[in-house]
C-alpha cells in the first residue's frame, strides 16, 4: 500500500490549514469509541478540469450515516460540499481522493459523550486505485472472510462510521495474511454481503446481480452507478441475494468502489471464476471509467467541477 503523501491545505472546521497543523488531542472521544462518520469521494481529471464524482450523493449519505448515529453535524450539506469543491481547487489538485470526517472531540469522555462539539475535516491526496492497477487489469484473488459481516442488530450498516471498520480491518488483514488480495464477507446468516471496503456484483448466464441492501451492505455509490450503467447499456440486472457456492458457479465476480473502481475477480478462495474473461466486467468498468473523467455527456450531471465552485448549488446537481 503506497504511503499518503501530503497536499498543501485540510479543510478544517471550516478554514483552510496547512497539512501539517490539522491536529487533535489524543484524548478526542472519536478516536477512543471509533464515534465518526466519513466518505471516500475522487475527483477526477476531464477535459474540463477536475471534477468530483457524485459528490452530493456521497454527502448525503454522510448525513444520513450522522442520522442513524445520532451525530449532530454542525455545518449543512452546501458547506461541506463547497468545502469539498474549494479544498480540490486550493490544492491544485486533478486526479485525487477526498476525505470529509466529522467526529466527536475533545470534552467528555466514556462512551455516551452527546455534548461534545463535533468537529468536521476534509482532506484530499493522489490515491491510486486501491486495489492496484494490475488488479483492474487481471482481476484479484479473494478468500471468504471467517469475519461475517457486521449485522444491522450490531451497527447500522449504511453508515459510514468508522466504528463499523474494525470490521473490515480483520477481515482485510486476515486475507493479505493468508497470501489473498481482499476478503468478501458473508452476513451472519450466511448470504454474501460485499468485500472489506467495495460492493460485489455477480454475472451469471448474462445477468448481472448484487446483494440486496438488506444483506447490510454499505450502499455505494459506485454500486448504484454501476446499476445506472448496466441498465443504460442493456445488461439484465436485478437485485439478488446470493451465497458463497453462487461465486464459485458465477461466470464473472467484481468489486466496485470509489477508491477499487470496477475491479475484476478472478479467483475465490482458489476457485477460477469462470473462464479467467469478464467481458461484462470489462464493458461496465470501461464505461465507468469514461463517466468519472467526463467523457461520456449522459453521465455529466454525476460530476461537480472543482474549478468552478462558485456556481455549483445543490438545486444543480
Ligand atoms: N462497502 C464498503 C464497506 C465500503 O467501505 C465501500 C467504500 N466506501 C463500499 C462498499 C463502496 O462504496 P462507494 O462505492 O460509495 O465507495
Same mark, same amino acid.
Given at each position: 500500500m503506497e504511503e499518503l503523501q501530503p497536499t498543501k491545505k485540510i479543510w478544517f472546521d471550516g478554514k483552510f490549514v496547512p497539512w501539517d497543523e490539522a491536529k487533535v488531542h489524543v484524548l478526542t472521544h472519536g478516536l477512543h469509541?471509533?464515534?465518526? !462518520?466519513? *466518505?471516500?469521494?475522487?475527483?477526477n481529471s476531464t477535459p474540463k478540469g477536475p471534477a468530483i464524482f457524485r459528490l452530493k450523493e456521497h454527502i448525503k449519505r454522510? #448525513?444520513?450515516g450522522a442520522k442513524a448515529y445520532? #451525530?449532530? !453535524? +454542525?455545518?449543512? *450539506?452546501?458547506?461541506?460540499?463547497?468545502?469539498?469543491?474549494?479544498?480540490?481547487? *486550493?490544492?491544485?489538485?486533478?486526479?485525487?481522493?477526498v476525505r470529509p470526517i466529522v467526529f466527536s472531540s475533545y470534552g467528555e469522555m466514556g462512551v455516551n459523550a452527546g455534548k461534545n462539539k463535533i468537529t468536521g475535516a476534509i482532506a484530499a491526496w493522489e490515491w491510486g486505485s486501491y486495489l492496484g492497477d494490475e488488479g483492474m487489469e487481471?482481476? !484479484?484473488?479473494?478468500?471468504?472472510?471467517?469475519?461475517?459481516? !457486521?449485522?444491522?442488530?450490531?451497527?447500522? +450498516?449504511?453508515?459510514?462510521?468508522?466504528?463499523?471498520?474494525?470490521?473490515?480491518i480483520l477481515a482485510k488483514m486476515d486475507a493479505l495474511s493468508a497470501g489473498y488480495d481482499e476478503a468478501i464477507m458473508l452476513t451472519v446468516g450466511g448470504l454474501v454481503a460485499e468485500g472489506s471496503g467495495e460492493n460485489i456484483f455477480r454475472v451469471k448466464d448474462g445477468i448481472l446481480s448484487t446483494p440486496t441492501k438488506t444483506a447490510g451492505v454499505l450502499e455505494g455509490i459506485?454500486?448504484?452507478s454501476v446499476i445506472q450503467i448496466a441498465k443504460d447499456n442493456g445488461i439484465p440486472f436485478r437485485e439478488e441475494d446470493f451465497i458463497r457456492e453462487d461465486m464459485f458457479t458465477a461466470d *464473472?465476480?467484481?468489486?466496485?468502489?470509489?477508491?477499487?473502481n470496477v475491479t475484476p475477480i478472478r479467483e475465490v478462495d482458489n476457485r477460477v471464476i469462470g473462464n479467467g474473461k469478464f467481458p461484462v466486467t470489462r464493458k461496465i468498468q470501461q464505461t465507468y471509467l469514461d463517466a468519472i473523467h467526463g467523457k461520456i455527456a449522459k453521465y455529466e450531471p454525476w460530476l461537480s467541477y472543482a474549478s468552478t465552485p462558485a456556481i455549483y448549488t445543490s438545486e444543480k446537481a
Open positions: 469509541y471509533g464515534y465518526a !462518520i466519513f *466518505e471516500g469521494i475522487r475527483a454522510l #448525513m444520513a445520532r #451525530m449532530q !453535524i +454542525p455545518y449543512t *450539506e452546501d458547506q461541506l460540499i463547497q468545502g469539498c469543491l474549494n479544498l480540490v481547487k *486550493e490544492n491544485g489538485l486533478n486526479d485525487c481522493y487481471k482481476g !484479484i484473488r479473494c478468500t471468504v472472510s471467517s469475519w461475517a459481516r !457486521i449485522d444491522p442488530r450490531t451497527l447500522p +450498516p449504511h453508515a459510514k462510521c468508522s466504528a463499523n471498520y474494525a470490521n473490515s459506485t454500486r448504484d *464473472e465476480l467484481f468489486f466496485c468502489g470509489t477508491a477499487a
